[in-house]
């Protein structure tokens, strides 16, 4: 990505929450001495740097303002953590919900000062005034405030307490950590690390040799977009209009950069969670796929292969890659590229995503791609890949065996299809019922094969074959509940209502209920499939 200095109207239209307004030091200084007695707690991750008073759930405080003020001060002078006590935990009310501390610091992030004045402020005497100051400059959206911020690193006062959450005997709890200045303005500073490449908490200076002369990077749009809009809100299948003009706003500013720095830009921020069935808004699909035509598929192979051809550090693959969200984006860009290969690649590119693959058979998406190339050959590449052997490490487990199969598991249906079907049915069934249904635990569960067609009419043959299966009597109710789920979405049929389904959900499952279910389930084939089942 060639660097190019862009008029300042640009770069203004860049730090869309950067408001500096002239303001002297001492109104500056007035203001944050006197917040600095009203900030009951910092938690800089939800409150600075997401912007958000929901994130995350645990860091949410059911003390009174008076009883933290009074936390504070005890932390401040024995210098240790502080849980509350069992009598305090017993009497915690559902005032848990709420994030007192936001509306202060959402005060100081909404404040208008000038950048020059909060600067002078980063040498104030009181650690919770450099604080603040450092959480009023972060979020002007300017990241050549940054080397300023990284002096603070190594502040060892102690400022804000911090929350977190803790199991206490059976409740989960807030329990208050102290919390240096140096390690409030790090997780400022991760921010932006994180956004390029996951860079350590001690490698700023490697972060700024590499963005110090840009005019913009991708990391920077992703860390406004991070803080201009929850992840819930991103996922959600149709955000609400008044995120999505916003989005369309911001979006602006990545529309003026010239080609091909545009193309990519939207290929990282589009694929910026992991997804490869959808994009990120504000972009959609057919855009993301316009991206990447226009960077075309020799650019696109040598980012497959390892090498940065846009030349913005934020898209640098990085062997330290720490996953933000769901995936570093980068590793998100290649996916969204090999799930789409059939539109973006060569024919001919199929060999090399092969040696890819086989270079790293627990990363089964070049392999995906290659099949997509190769149609002709899809089922023996699938299954080639299927059967690899990922690992000898320790740390590699059936649960991450798992994560592969499930992703060629919907591969081979989606790309070979009906032939396919006899071998997919006997590895839904062969996969173990999850020793903790219902839940998120890390563990091979047989439901999971099915995720990734959830949405998929075209599966309807495939929920056939495991519904006729002599074994679909013994099904789980995970699966079951899932195979209903996708039965509704398709066409609308309700097998169960809500209430019924609900009760699969209990620890022990009534057997007559789950035997009622499944024949219901077979006399519904005509709606859902078009016809009777066998």
């Known amino acids: 990505m060639k660097i190019i200095r862009l008029p300042m109207v640009l770069l203004a239209a860049f730090c869309l929450t950067a408001n500096a307004q002239p303001s002297d030091t001492a109104q500056a200084r007035a203001f944050l001495e006197e917040m600095a007695q009203e900030v009951p707690y910092l938690n800089v991750v939800g409150a600075v740097t997401y912007d958000n008073p929901d994130y995350p759930l645990s860091r949410r405080s059911p003390w009174s303002l008076e009883r933290l003020r009074e936390i504070q001060q005890l932390i401040e002078t024995t210098g240790k953590d502080w849980k509350p006590t069992p009598e305090e935990i017993s009497s915690a009310s559902d005032d848990s919900k709420t994030d007192v501390a936001f509306p202060f610091i959402r005060k100081v992030t909404r404040s208008s000062f000038s950048k020059e004045a909060l600067l002078g402020l980063l040498a104030h005497e009181n650690p919770k005034v450099r604080t603040l100051a450092a959480v009023a400059l972060y979020a002007k959206d300017d990241p050549f405030v940054l080397p300023e911020l990284a002096k603070l690193s190594g502040d060892q006062a102690i400022t804000f307490m911090s929350p977190a959450g803790e199991v206490i005997g059976s409740r989960y709890c807030t329990v208050f950590r102290k919390q240096t200045v140096g390690e409030a303005v790090k997780w400022m500073l991760w921010q932006y690390l994180s956004a390029s490449g996951s860079f350590g908490f001690s490698d700023f200076d490697e972060y700024w040799k590499e963005h110090e002369n840009r005019t913009y990077?991708?990391?920077?749009?992703?860390?406004?977009?991070?803080?201009?809009?929850?992840?819930?809100?991103?996922?959600?299948?149709?955000?609400?209009?008044?995120?999505?003009?916003?989005?369309?706003?911001?979006?602006?500013?990545?529309?003026?950069?010239?080609?091909?720095?545009?193309?990519?830009?939207?290929?990282?921020?589009?694929?910026?969670?992991?997804?490869?069935?959808?994009?990120?808004?504000?972009?959609?699909?057919?855009?993301?796929l316009e991206a990447g035509r226009l960077i075309g598929p020799e650019n696109l192979m040598r980012m497959l292969q390892g090498e940065n051809p846009s030349g913005d550090p934020a898209l640098q693959p990085r062997d330290r890659a720490y996953s933000v969200g769901m995936h570093t984006s980068p590793i998100a860009m290649n996916r969204f590229v090999l799930s789409r290969a059939a539109e973006l690649l060569r024919p001919e590119d199929s060999a090399v995503l092969l040696k890819i693959?086989?270079?790293?058979?627990?990363?089964?998406?070049?392999?995906?791609?290659?099949?997509?190339?190769?149609?002709?050959?899809?089922?023996?590449?699938?299954?080639?890949?299927?059967?690899?052997?990922?690992?000898?490490?320790?740390?590699?487990?059936?649960?991450?065996?798992?994560?592969?199969?499930?992703?060629?598991?919907?591969?081979?249906?989606?790309?070979?299809?009906?032939?396919?079907?006899?071998?997919?049915?006997?590895?839904?069934?062969?996969?173990?019922?999850?020793?903790?249904?219902?839940?998120?635990?890390?563990?091979?569960?047989?439901?999971?094969?099915?995720?990734?067609?959830?949405?998929?009419?075209?599966?309807?043959?495939?929920?056939?074959?495991?519904?006729?299966?002599?074994?679909?009597?013994?099904?789980?109710?995970?699966?079951?509940?899932?195979?209903?789920?996708?039965?509704?979405?398709?066409?609308?049929?309700?097998?169960?209502?809500?209430?019924?389904?609900?009760?699969?959900?209990?620890?022990?499952?009534?057997?007559?209920?789950?035997?009622?279910?499944?024949?219901?389930?077979?006399?519904?084939?005509?709606?859902?499939?078009?016809?009777?089942?066998?």
């Not at 921020?269 to 069935?277: F, K, N, R, V, Y």
């Not at 499930?406 to 249906?413: A, G, N, Q, S, T």
């Not at 959830?454 to 009597?473: H, Q």
């Not at 022990?508 to 789950?514: E, F, G, S, W, Y």
Request: aromatic share 10%; hydrophobic share 40%.
């Open 217 to 288: 990077s991708a990391g920077w749009f992703k860390v406004q977009l991070e803080r201009m809009v929850s992840y819930t809100e991103l996922s959600r299948d149709k955000p609400s209009d008044a995120v999505m003009k916003k989005l369309n706003a911001w979006k602006q500013c990545i529309e003026v950069l010239p080609e091909p720095d545009r193309a990519w830009t939207k290929l990282f921020l589009g694929t910026a969670w992991g997804w490869t069935e959808r994009t990120m808004p504000p972009f959609t699909t057919e855009e993301m």
């Open 357 to 534: 693959f086989k270079k790293n058979p627990a990363e089964p998406w070049p392999a995906v791609g290659a099949a997509q190339l190769q149609p002709q050959n899809a089922s023996r590449i699938l299954h080639d890949a299927w059967k690899a052997k990922r690992s000898d490490k320790e740390r590699w487990n059936e649960y991450a065996e798992h994560l592969v199969q499930r992703i060629l598991f919907r591969e081979l249906w989606r790309q070979v299809g009906i032939s396919e079907r006899a071998f997919l049915v006997d590895m839904f069934y062969r996969c173990p019922e999850a020793k903790h249904p219902f839940s998120t635990s890390h563990e091979p569960r047989r439901s999971t094969f099915l995720h990734g067609l959830s949405d998929d009419a075209d599966a309807k043959e495939l929920i056939a074959g495991i519904v006729v299966d002599p074994r679909f009597l013994k099904i789980d109710p995970e699966s079951l509940s899932s195979i209903l789920l996708m039965v509704w979405r398709w066409n609308g049929t309700r097998v169960t209502s809500d209430d019924e389904r609900s009760g699969f959900f209990e620890s022990k499952v009534d057997a007559d209920k789950l035997k009622e279910t499944q024949k219901r389930l077979i006399e519904s084939a005509p709606q859902w499939l078009g016809r009777e089942l066998p």
